[in-house]
C-alpha cells in the first residue's frame, strides 16, 4: 500500500490551464527558426547559384575562365555545352561548360599574376 501511494505521489502533476492556449504560438518558435534559415541560408544559395547559372550561359569565345579543376585559360570555341579552352599556347583542352567555376583576369590566365 505504501508503494503505490508514492508511486502516485511521484507522478506528474496534472497540466492546467494549457486547455485554451493558441496552437500558433506554440509553433511560433519553429515559424520564427525557418524564417531566419530561409533568408540567412536557403535564399543567398539560390541567387549565387542563379547568377552562376546565367554566367555560364553568357560565355563566348574570348573569355578568361577557371575551371572547377583550377585550370585557367581562354574559351577558344564554343560548341553548346562544350568549351574549348586554350590554356597555354597550341594547348586546347575540352571542357564541359558546367564545370567553368568562374571568370578569370588576363593577367591571371598569362601567369603574371
Known sequence: MLFESLA??????????????NP???MLPLILMFAIFYFLLIRPQQKKAK?????????????YVLTGGGIYGRIVEVD???????????????VNRSFVSGAASADEVKGRK
Open 24 to 26: 500558433l504560438m506554440s
Open 80 to 94: 553548346g555545352d562544350v568549351l574549348v579552352i586554350e590554356i597555354a599556347e597550341n594547348l586546347n583542352i575540352k
Open 51 to 63: 547568377q552562376h547559372k546565367e554566367f555560364l550561359a553568357a560565355l563566348k569565345k574570348g573569355d
Open 8 to 21: 502516485y505521489a511521484m507522478g506528474a502533476a496534472p497540466q492546467g490551464g494549457d486547455a485554451g492556449a
